[in-house]
Every structure is written in C-alpha cells, then in structure tokens.
C-alpha cells in the first residue's frame, strides 16, 4: 500500500495485513543502506505473532523520491514515522530501528512517546561523538556527491564494504550480496540527498542528554562489538535514558538484525513483552 505525507509525498508501505489488527504492532525504520527488505527475516520470524509493518523512507524506491533539499531532515524522517501509523490506525507500536533507523526511532520516542509503546534502538551513534562530528559530516557529504557523480552501484561497492558491514560478510556471504545488491539499486537523487538533509544534519545525540535523561518509552539498545562509531554513543544512551536496557552482540557489526536474525527477533519479542507489561 502507500501512504502520502502532509507533505504530499508517497511512501511505499509493507504490512502483514490479514488478522493483523489483533496483534501487537511493530513498525521497523530501516538504515541508510537498506530498504524494506532489510527486514525479511524479523518479518518471516514475528509475522505470525506480531504485526509487522515497514516502509521504504523517502528518496528511496518504491516510495518517491522528491528533488527538493528541503523535503529530507530528521524532523521529516519522525513525521513519516507518524504518517504511516496514522494511515494504519495504530495509535501506539513497538519502534525498530537500525542506524538511521535507529535515530529516527529514538527521536520518534523524544518528540512523540505517545506513539511508542517501546523502542529498539541499534546500531545507533554515527557522528554523535563531538570530536567526530566533523568527520563524520564531511564523509556523508563526500558521499552524497559520489552518489550525483558515480552513480549508487560504485557507492555500493565502496560503502557496503565498510569495516563495521564486514561482519555481515563473514558470517553471511549470501546475506552481504544481499545488501550489496540493494544499495546498489538506491536512487542516486534521494541518496544523496537523505546524507546531506539526515544523515550530515542530524543533532548529535550529546546534545540532546538534557532531554534524553527524561524520557520514559522502554527502550532496548542492541550494538555489535564490532561497531566501533555506535558503541560508545550507544553506552552514553544507556548511563542516559531513564529506562533502557542494553545488548552487546559479539563479533558483530552494523547490522546486527542480519548477522544474528534469531537473536536479534528473540530480543524484539523479549523487550515487546518487557513493554507492555
């Protein structure tokens, strides 16, 4: 199905559908180099117990990609967030999100708790440090110009080989040309455009202690060990947020739900339960 935002752009939207209606629903937020389908295997997991909704975020096929620099911020990316559950009925769900998705989750539970009724936050805190913050925008910039320039498969072969994506190769070559094969098919016009609105322009996490020391969804942090720009923001969350529990998942990188899929659901169903209780 698609949802249109308030500000007129369509997003391609997955749900279980059927009887889904009686089941807790989790909306998943995929990373930036990811899509919908970065979520295949909590949903062949949870779908029968849970549902399961996910989106692809704008700028990215199926959903449309506006040329506008405006049209891309972390604000836009929450709004979304709240647009799909809207369109859906759901007053309140369960928040999984990876990465960008992980920020945009957690910025879904500072600015709108009310939605939430639990987040998963992983792999999240690229840039959030104060003395990476400056190399880590100048990166996301660099990579939006390779994307105008080269075009998303040569960004793909360059950026899907990244150290902290390496784990994903040793342990799941399949699943890694997976993901390789998906951040080839990116729409070098939104890529480019989501790194410099989002990803470059994003408030460090440090900034936000002030307000993240007061917010109260049940959230449960998931890092890999091997995630070296996530661990230690992701260890600052955990001293920070009043309520949140933390996995390590050792010898893995940035994606965690993919290099440990079963592990990774067991934990989503573990804090869902957590939640409502």
Known sequence: MRVTTDDGVGLAVYDTGGDAAQRTPVLFLHEFGGDHRSWSPQFGLLAERYRCITYDARGYPHSDVPTDPAAYSQDRAVADAVAVLDALGIEQALVVG??????????L????????????????????????????????????????????????????????RLPLRERDQHAHDEHLRILAEHDPVGAALTMRGVQASRPSLYDLTDRLVSMTVPTLL????????????TLMLRRTLPVADLAVLPRAGHLTNLEYPEIFTRLVEQHARRAAS
């Not at 990876?98 to 910025?107: D, E, I, P, V, Y």
């Not at 539970?109 to 003395?131: F, H, N, Q």
């Not at 998931?222 to 923001?233: M, N």
């Open 98 to 107: 990876n990465s960008m998705g992980g920020f945009a989750t957690l910025h």
């Open 109 to 164: 539970g500072l600015t709108r708790p009310d939605r939430c009724a639990g987040l998963v936050v992983a792999g999240c805190g690229y840039g959030a440090a104060p003395e990476r913050a400056a190399a880590f925008r100048a990166d996301a910039l660099a990579l939006a110009d390779a994307y105008e320039r080269d075009g998303s498969a040569t960004v793909a072969a360059d950026y899907g080989n990244r150290p902290a």
């Open 222 to 233: 998931v890092v890999g060990d091997r995630d070296d720009e996530a661990i230690d923001a």
